[in-house]
Structures are given as structure tokens and as C-alpha cells.
């Protein structure tokens, strides 16, 4: 009887050591720490080990350490990793109707984009890949996307015969496509290489990424087009999300609100810097969008709006427009 006591005590007391064990979230992106969403991922671990103090263990992953931009929506959907913050172009098989943020000149400024996705039009979209096991906890701004070459980009004539490495998403192709470029998919972490050795001739990426991960180093011009966004959509696998005790989820969901609230701001406010360190290092030159060259690129490109309307939703591309105002 006393044996049965002692082992019935230790499977007790095992089971409080293993219980007393923090659960493990893996975060893991592709870009650098430096970045906006970088700076997000490291602020949510602080934030919820805060929060759930010995319940949690946050484990951010930057630069495609634990998987790369083109393995991560699988790792999440396997359970492999728990949270990732893929750019809103990686969602096309996902649904159509993220595709609004990858039209061209939609979007005036940085904030029009904010204020469009804080309407319910936009938060409606965190939930519109549920049926397919992912579920959006919120938007993480990047920047304005600018153009970049090894020749100069001032109409829209210029991209002619160019090959451009984009993100795999079916706009991104129609918007290069349209001004008679090459448009080529490339991982993220592939970007410096094939800029650096000619396998394409330029790219499109907001400041922060030019600056941090380089790519001025590798090409002459910068034209500051501001012609598209990108930002990310925070993601989680549904049935691991919805599984979570309540605590854990309320406080996982807090730390997301505030790390997100924190990594936009970072992204106002380092916009400017980033550029500024761009053209401080004299490896590319800037160049300006005036107005008549903006207008003739908003001309060339608005066709794929059109192209698209059908997959996104007039209603949504009506709601993004308005914003503007």
C-alpha cells in the first residue's frame, strides 16, 4: 500500500514538473530583425512572456532560419511552427480577395492603407481563409513599395524587356506584365543573389527591406513610386488557435494587438530613415515619381484592376479607394 502512495506521489509530482513546463510558439518570418515586422516579432515574445509568465516560451525565428518564405504556410499548417507573418501576396491560393493589396496605385500612402484595413471591410478579411485552417490575428505594415533597377525607371517605357523579381502572386505578375516587363518568381532570400549576379534586373521592395537586406548595394536606381504596399497579414493555424486554453489565447491575442500597434509605429517611423540611410550610402542613386511620370505609370497599370475586380470584389476595391479620401 505504501508503494502504491509513493508512486501515485511521484506520477503527481511529474506530472506538475511537466505541467509546470511553458508551452513553446515558434514565430518565424523571413526578413531581418532591424525591420518593422522584425522589431513586432521580438516585442510580441516580450510582451507574452510578460503576460503569461512560466506559460509561455516565445522562440522568434528572423531570415528564413527555421523555414524559408516559400515553405512557411506549410510548416503552419502541419503544426510545425505556430505564427508567421507571410506578405499579403502569398495568399492567392488561399483567397482571392487579398489580392487587393497587390494592385497598383491603389493605395495613395501608408495611411490609406491603415485606415482601410481597420474598416470592417478589412478586419472581414482576417477571417477569410478559416475554412482553410489559417486564421488572421492581424495586419503588420512594411511600407510603400518602390522600384528598383540597374537602369532608370522614369516612365513606364523603361521597365520594357526588364526582368523583375516579384513575390509569387498573380497581380504582381499583371502589374510587371503590363508595362512590358519580365516579372520572375523569387524567394526572398534569393533576392540579393539574383540581383547581385543579373538573374533579374530589379525588384520592388519598401525601404527597410532595400536597406537592411542590401539590395541598393546591388542596384543603380531607386525610383520612389511608392506604386504599391507591402505588409503582412499575422498568422496562426485555426485548430491550434482555437484549441488554446482561454487564458493563453486572450493573453497571446493582447500581446499580438500590442506587438502589431508597435511594429506599425515602427514602420511610420523609420520609413523616412531607412531612406535616408539609402541615399547616405551613395551606392544607388534616387529617383524622383514627378507628376506626369506617376500619371503615366498609373495609366499603364490600372488595367489590372480591372483584371482582377472579379476574384477581389468591386465592394472591396470601392472600400480601399475610399480611403484614400
Known amino acids: 500500500m505504501k508503494l502504491k502512495i509513493i508512486l501515485a506521489s511521484a506520477l503527481l509530482a511529474l506530472g506538475a514538473v511537466a505541467h509546470a513546463q511553458p508551452m513553446v510558439i515558434k514565430y518565424s518570418h523571413v526578413v531581418a530583425d532591424v525591420t518593422p515586422k522584425g522589431q513586432a516579432a521580438l516585442k510580441f515574445k516580450e510582451l507574452a512572456e510578460k503576460k503569461l509568465a512560466g506559460k509561455v516560451e516565445v522562440q522568434v525565428f528572423p531570415n528564413s532560419q527555421l523555414f524559408g518564405d516559400g515553405k512557411e504556410m506549410e510548416a503552419l499548417l502541419l503544426g510545425d511552427v505556430q505564427i508567421i507573418a507571410p506578405s499579403l501576396a502569398k495568399f492567392g491560393k488561399y483567397t482571392k480577395q ?10 495613395d500612402n501608408i495611411e490609406a492603407v491603415d485606415r482601410f ?8 478579411l482576417l477571417a477569410s481563409m478559416e475554412k482553410k485552417g489559417i486564421t488572421g490575428l492581424g495586419y503588420l505594415h512594411n511600407g510603400m513599395k518602390q522600384l528598383s533597377a540597374n537602369k532608370q525607371l522614369n516612365v513606364p517605357g523603361d521597365a520594357a524587356g526588364l526582368k523583375f523579381r516579384i513575390q509569387s502572386s498573380d497581380v ?22 539574383a540581383l547581385q549576379t543579373g538573374v533579374v534586373d530589379g525588384a520592388e521592395n519598401p525601404w527597410s527591406n532595400i536597406y537592411s537586406k542590401k539590395f541598393h548595394e546591388v542596384q543603380k536606381y531607386v525610383m520612389e513610386s511608392d506604386h504599391g504596399v507591402l505588409d503582412y497579414m499575422v498568422i496562426t493555424n485555426t485548430g491550434w488557435w482555437n484549441g488554446l486554453p482561454a487564458d493563453i489565447r486572450a493573453g497571446l491575442k493582447s500581446a499580438m494587438v500590442e506587438s502589431i500597434a508597435f511594429g506599425n509605429k515602427v514602420a511610420f517611423d523609420e520609413a523616412a530613415g531607412f531612406r535616408a540611410k539609402v541615399i547616405a550610402d551613395k551606392k544607388a542613386e534616387i529617383l524622383p515619381m514627378t507628376k506626369a511620370n506617376l500619371a503615366a505609370w498609373r495609366a499603364a497599370m490600372k488595367p489590372v484592376w480591372a483584371k482582377f475586380e472579379g476574384d477581389i470584389g468591386k465592394d472591396l476595391i470601392d472600400a480601399a479607394q475610399a480611403a484614400n479620401q
Open 98 to 107: 487579398l489580392q487587393i493589396f497587390d494592385l497598383p496605385f491603389l493605395f
Open 117 to 124: 484595413q481597420a474598416t470592417p471591410a478589412g478586419q472581414s
Open 172 to 193: 504582381l505578375e499583371a502589374q510587371f506584365k503590363a508595362v512590358g516587363a519580365n516579372p520572375q518568381k523569387l524567394a526572398f532570400a534569393e533576392v540579393y543573389q
